[in-house]
């Protein structure tokens, strides 16, 4: 079984039955998979067409690092940002070393101008 958990979450498939007598105790060792369906009376097709779930999931692998097709991807979002004077003193030298290592020296500089 130890094998087969591994195959299954290095494949990361769009779907993936577990049907096992105790499926729901494999279920914390599954780590990439678009759709689950646990236990012998949970066909594919309930999860595609009537248990809630959509039909649109992660396929070739992708699972490892995308989610099924959900509301969220038809949402836009924005993230907001606000920092007081305190909160970069606080952390900025750590920020301007974060971009200094990836080589973005811009992005170093425009904290750097800001804790002087």
Request: charged share 20%; aromatic share 6%.
């Amino acid at each position: 079984m130890d094998e087969a958990i591994k195959l299954m979450n290095d494949i990361a498939p769009e779907h993936l039955e577990v049907a096992t007598m105790s499926p729901f105790e494999l279920l914390p060792f599954i780590k990439h998979a678009g759709a689950i369906f646990l236990g012998h009376n949970t066909p594919e097709a309930i999860g595609d067409y009537v248990a809630g779930p959509n039909h649109t999931l992660p396929t070739g692998g992708t699972a490892k690092f995308y989610s099924p097709l959900g509301v969220e991807n038809f949402m836009k979002k924005t993230s907001i940002i606000s920092f007081s004077k305190q909160a970069i003193n606080d952390i900025g030298e750590e920020c301007a070393l974060i971009a200094n290592t990836e080589g973005l020296t811009a992005h170093e500089e425009s904290v750097r101008v800001r804790l002087k």
